[in-house]
Structures are given as C-alpha cells and as structure tokens.
Nanobody
Framework: QVQLVESGGGLVQPGGSLRLSCAAP????????MGWYRQAPGKQRESVATFTSGGNTDYADSVKGRFTISRDNAKNTVYLQMNSLKAEDTAVYYC?????????WGQGTQVTVSS
C-alpha cells in the first residue's frame, strides 16, 4: 500500500519561505512522477510542480522562479521549497505520485500566507 505523508505547512508572512516534505516509502522514484498540487478555497486543485522519473521538472507559471521541487532518493522524500511567498499561495498543498498508472495522494498540508 502506497502512503504519502506531507509535512511542513504553516503560517508565514508575505515574502517568507517554507519547505514542504512528502515522505513516500512505498514509491520507487525511478518509476514514478511525483508532484505537488494545491487547492485554495472555492477553487479547483491545480498542479504546482512535478518531478518526472527521468529527473525533469515542471512548474506552474505562477510559481516559476519562486518554488523548487526536489527529491532525495535515499530518503524516499520529495520536497517543495517555496520562497517569496504571496497571499495567493495560500492553499492546502497535496503531494501526488503517478506510479504504475495509479495516482496516489497525500492528506494535504495547509499553507497560509498572511501578515
């Protein structure tokens, strides 16, 4: 059974930084595409960043240059470093794994950007 466990959310002031972590002990990264999504109140869930099995990354235009997705193969963990945070980044952030044609989701972690 694949389980994704996010951590690292919280309250931060505009311009601040947070690092989200996603532990994925049941995933072989070389066979999966890992991603971070977010969902703000009243809005649809949207893709924020992805890290393919081949090591390619992709970002939503709204976060390019501010967010960085990375992975630690030894720890089976994916990270999302978020810098220069804005109020509009406030959302529940979800880790996802596309693994052998199945998509798995974490429980989500709240990120609130407010002064």
């Amino acid at each position: 059974q694949v389980q994704l466990v996010e951590s690292g959310g919280g309250l931060v002031q505009p311009g601040g930084s947070l690092r989200l972590s996603c532990a994925a002990p049941g995933i072989i990264f070389s066979s999966s595409t890992m991603g971070w999504y977010r969902q703000a109140p009243g809005k649809q869930r949207e893709s924020v960043a992805t890290f393919t099995s081949g090591g390619n990354t992709d970002y939503a235009d709204s976060v390019k240059g501010r967010f960085t997705i990375s992975r630690d193969n030894a720890k089976n963990t994916v990270y999302l470093q978020m810098n220069s945070l804005k109020a509009e980044d406030t959302a529940v952030y979800y880790c996802s794994a596309l693994y052998y044609s199945h998509t798995f989701w974490g429980q989500g972690t709240q990120v609130t950007v407010s002064s």
